[in-house]
């Protein structure tokens, strides 16, 4: 095969959804091999980087971004306060198919470049001499084997091909033409495909198939296979594949992987080590392989003891696990700890949202929530303004949950609908809801003669939430509702939402309170069962019917309408008509009661940490939380 010499490689970078721009023609600087590898490539265990960094390699000029050039080395303390919260380095380390870039605009990272023609036709590229982790090759027969082996094998999946490939319910046509060259091929537009790609939770549509065919019964030899079986301590080959195919658990050390670093630790354990990945696929144009950092080291903690770990100077990275109500004790760390605060903003539609659940079991409190006046009464009896100036010293900014003014869809209308403090409207519409019977004790009484005590369940992680439902209980009180907290851990609180077993939980808003035209909607109809207000509508769209509830409320119907209006709309003014309407229905019917957005979000980083934004977006999705700043590109001051 023809191989364009390394000094006048083309990378060609898609910069847009419509399609590719004019490449670029950029030669490779001279490579500088690792330090923390040296020593095996000296023994000849390890190839020299020249043979390790893929032909054309993302090229990163770190004086174009304003940010300093690093050198290679160390090891970078960060928490989590859950073992399985590991997955975090995936999240972090963001290296994706395409990706966002620190504007938001979707680009190439392990891919070379992509073609989309009308969002019909999407021709990934892939780059020529890419390797996994351990060294084999990174090709389309890893998409295939994902594609024809794990998505659509009963055993392994047994819904099939993830929902984001469905149009119109049907899967699109793919193809693999050569070793770098996949193509998706629907017969309807999917705009959705290549922001789904980008997710801080990717699909990972591709899989290291050199090393799970050993697990998989096509492949694998029968008795070598039920050995392994056996050994896992599984019921079936599909079980154990599944056991080790885990991409974004992150948890199982043998899996080869394209992130920066890799896992190096087995088991359960307090700290866990990530090396470098000798095959990671960025440079700097000094030559540098990135990431600069060598190791990270991640050490899971009791979430109530990370402010004051950090305080002690025991972490150079964190904002996992701390509230804007420990900025106070990280100040007054700052200068015995060798670290510095930012107060980055954050970027979910709502800090503090309360979720009536439409789909609750109890058919008496069902009805009573599904009328809109009840919701739109408990959102006009929050203090907002009090909550933003007890927990936030006003830094937030009240109001409804909606988007942010950093999305073009931002509309004041939407952020102050029924969220003004007014008891007296309150009271009048739960009067109208015919909730105009009280108890000797001045609580409302449900149609069914039960008194109005609200249980409001929360994930027990923020101390600023039950802070803030405190002030909610006063307030709702004056209007005849008893607000009851029950703090749960989070997967406990969710396996009892989707079950239809909680009344009303509290959680964050909309992960991307920052949506953009090309940003589906879909979060904002019944489509998914996170959505705490109707877990089971969500159940019934994964579904297809299978489990959970048909959405029966005509303003949720209309969503669907709306979300599938966005789906197969061809101009940019269709989408954005779409999404104003979405945004209007839950401004008006108040799906989730937002109490405020905007409030900033601790960041401790290391006085010795370099290329951290001092200002920056604390989001998930779009952002994956670091993983948009590139913390590859961090390094530490020698």
Same mark, same amino acid.
């Given at each position: 095969m023809f191989k364009i010499p390394r000094t006048s490689l083309v990378l060609a970078a898609s910069l847009t959804l419509a399609g590719l721009i004019p490449?670029?023609?950029?030669? #490779?600087?001279?490579?500088?091999?690792?330090?923390?590898?040296?020593?095996?490539?000296?023994m000849g265990d390890l190839p020299p980087v020249e043979e390790r960094i893929p032909d054309d390699p993302v090229i990163v000029d770190l004086a174009a971004k304003g940010r300093e050039f690093g050198h290679q080395g160390g090891t970078l303390r960060t928490m989590v306060t859950r073992s399985k919260d590991i997955r975090q380095m995936v999240v972090y380390g963001y290296s994706r198919l395409v990706g966002y870039n620190e504007k938001y605009e979707l680009v190439p990272d392990i891919l070379a470049s992509y073609e989309n023609a009308d969002n019909r036709t999407f021709t990934l590229h892939l780059r020529e001499g890419h390797k996994w982790s351990d060294g084999a090759p990174f090709t389309s027969a890893d998409f295939a084997y994902w594609w024809n082996d794990v998505a659509n094998n009963e055993l392994l999946s047994p819904s099939g091909p993830p929902d984001f490939l469905r149009v119109e319910g049907e899967l699109p046509q793919v193809s693999f033409p050569d070793e770098t060259t996949v193509v998706f091929e629907w017969?309807?537009?999917?705009?959705?495909?290549l922001q789904s790609l980008a997710q801080a939770r990717p699909p990972f #549509?591709?899989?290291?198939?050199?090393?799970l065919k050993q697990y998989h019964a096509d492949y694998a030899e029968a008795d070598a296979l039920a050995a392994e079986v056996d050994d896992a301590r599984v019921k079936s080959w599909a079980a154990l594949h599944n056991k080790l195919d885990n991409m974004y658990k992150y948890d199982n050390h043998m899996l080869p992987t394209l992130q920066p670093w890799l896992n190096a630790s087995s088991g359960k354990k307090i700290r866990h080590n990530f090396v470098r990945n000798p095959y990671y696929h960025r440079i700097d144009s000094n030559g540098v392989q990135l990431p600069y950092i060598d190791v990270i080291e991640m050490e899971i903690v009791a979430p109530g003891l990370v402010a004051a770990k950090a305080n002690a100077g025991e972490t150079d990275l964190q904002a996992r696990g701390l509230d804007f109500r420990d900025v106070s004790i990280l100040k007054k760390g700052e200068a015995g700890g060798n670290y510095k605060t930012y107060l980055w903003q954050t970027g979910v539609a709502s800090q503090i949202a309360i979720f009536p659940n439409l789909n609750y079991a109890d058919e008496g409190w069902r009805e009573?929530? *599904?009328?809109?006046?009840? *919701?739109?009464?408990?959102?006009?009896?929050i203090d907002r303004k009090t909550i933003n100036q007890a927990l936030y010293f006003k830094l937030g900014k009240p109001g409804a949950m909606?988007?942010?003014?950093?999305?073009?869809?931002?509309?004041?209308?939407?952020?102050?609908?029924?969220?003004?403090?007014?008891?007296?409207?309150?009271?009048t519409l739960l009067d109208e809801a015919g909730l105009d019977k009280r108890d000797s004790s001045g609580t409302r009484l449900l149609p069914d003669g039960r008194p109005m005590e609200l249980v409001v369940e929360t994930a027990g992680e923020r101390q600023e939430v039950e802070?803030?439902?405190? #002030?909610? @209980?006063? @307030?709702?009180?004056?209007?005849? &509702?008893?607000?009851?907290? *029950?703090?749960?851990d989070r997967d406990i609180l969710r396996n009892r939402v989707f079950a239809g077993n909680t009344m009303a939980a509290v959680w964050f808003g909309w992960d991307n309170g920052i949506p953009? &035209?090309?940003?589906?909607?879909?979060?904002?109809?019944?489509t998914d069962q996170v959505f705490l207000a109707w877990p089971k509508w969500g159940q019934y769209y994964q579904t297809s019917g299978d489990v959970g509830e048909a959405p029966d409320m005509p303003a949720a119907q209309r969503l669907m309408e709306l979300a599938h209006d966005w789906d197969v709309a061809t101009t940019d003014e269709q989408r954005a008509a779409a999404w104003k309407e979405m945004l209007g229905i839950h401004a008006d019917q108040v799906y989730g009661i937002g109490i405020l957005a905007g409030a900033p979000q601790p960041v401790v980083v290391s006085n010795t940490l370099r290329n951290v934004p001092e200002k920056a977006m604390w989001a998930w999705d779009p952002g994956a939380h670091f993983g948009i700043h590139r913390v590859d590109e961090f390094f530490f001051a020698q």
């Open positions: 490449a670029r023609a950029e030669p #490779i600087p001279p490579l500088q091999e690792s330090a923390f590898w040296k020593s095996e490539v000296e017969a309807d537009p999917n705009p959705n495909f #549509i591709y899989r290291p198939s050199h090393f009573v929530l *599904r009328d809109v006046r009840v *919701r739109r009464a408990l959102s006009l009896a909606s988007v942010l003014p950093a999305s073009p869809f931002f509309d004041e209308k939407n952020l102050k609908a029924w969220a003004d403090y007014d008891p007296d409207q309150a009271n802070n803030a439902l405190q #002030i909610v @209980t006063d @307030t709702w009180r004056e209007i005849g &509702v008893k607000l009851v907290m *029950r703090p749960l953009q &035209v090309y940003t589906s909607p879909a979060f904002l109809a019944p």
